[in-house]
T-cell receptor, first 117, second 111 residues
Framework: KAGVTQTPRYLIKTRGQQVTLSCSPI?????VSWYQQTPGQGLQFLFE???????NKGNFPGRFSGRQFSNSRSEMNVSTLELGDSALYLC????????????????FGPGTRLTVL | GIQVEQSPPDLILQEGANSTLRCNFS?????LQWFHQNPWGQLINLFY???GTKQNGRLSATTVATERYSLLYISSSQTTDSGVYFC?????????????FGKGTKLSVKP
């Protein structure tokens, strides 16, 4: 089974531009979460989508947004880029089973490394 | 919010040595995962272990949920074990899909 894929792998943008990152989850996974990793703040949760709905959101400004499509693929968008947005953006997918025994193991993609100049 | 603390922050070993990495968390959890981040940044799943003990080759992990800690054991370490190891938890009753990460343990295995 193919793993989580993310495109593009590397991206260079300038301040003020916007960017869209894409994530394709493992086949059959319904939940997609996004994380930002920086040297200073570590790994931080951005948001989570399930069945095309944003269920949870981390503590990030409104410039960060996302969406999920009917095939569970997800995109995140960052508008009006700032230098501090330079980071590794990681996407994770999970089955998101919530039955008698909760199981929510997350599997990560290779990430998109964004550099803002 | 829940706090996740990993220790030690840095660890240097000779090839063949054993090590124990620790993860303390401040609240009850639904989900606890250990990851190894490779040099290219990808997080590799090691264990999904909200409670109990699991083993996979030279690696094993134990989570004692009632005491709010987890341990990752690496035996007979190899240079390829080098990298950063992260513990991440999903708080019980917290938002689903939201893993809270520790700051990681950077492991360097010398030949």
């Amino acid at each position: 089974k193919a793993g989580v894929t993310q495109t593009p792998r590397y991206l260079i943008k300038t301040r003020g531009q916007q960017v869209t990152l894409s994530c394709s989850p493992i086949s059959g996974h319904r939940s997609v979460s996004w994380y930002q990793q920086t040297p200073g703040q570590g790994l931080q949760f951005l948001f989570e989508y399930f069945s095309e709905t944003q269920r949870n959101k981390g503590n990030f400004p409104g410039r960060f947004s996302g969406r999920q499509f009917s095939n569970s693929r997800s995109e995140m968008n960052v508008s009006t880029l700032e230098l501090g947005d330079s980071a590794l953006y990681l996407c994770a997918s999970s089955l998101a089973l919530r039955t008698v025994i909760s199981y929510n193991e997350q599997f990560f993609g290779p990430g998109t490394r964004l550099t803002v100049l | 919010g829940i706090q996740v603390e990993q220790s030690p922050p840095d660890l240097i070993l000779q090839e063949g040595a054993n090590s124990t990495l620790r993860c303390n968390f401040s609240d009850s959890v639904n989900n606890l995962q250990w990851f190894h981040q490779n040099p290219w940044g990808q997080l590799i799943n090691l264990f999904y272990i909200p409670s109990g003990t699991k083993q996979n080759g030279r690696l094993s992990a134990t989570t004692v949920a009632t005491e709010r800690y987890s341990l990752l054991y690496i035996s007979s370490s190899q240079t390829t074990d080098s990298g950063v190891y992260f513990c991440a938890v999903e708080r019980n009753g917290g938002s689903q899909g939201n893993l809270i990460f520790g700051k990681g343990t950077k492991l360097s295995v010398k030949p």
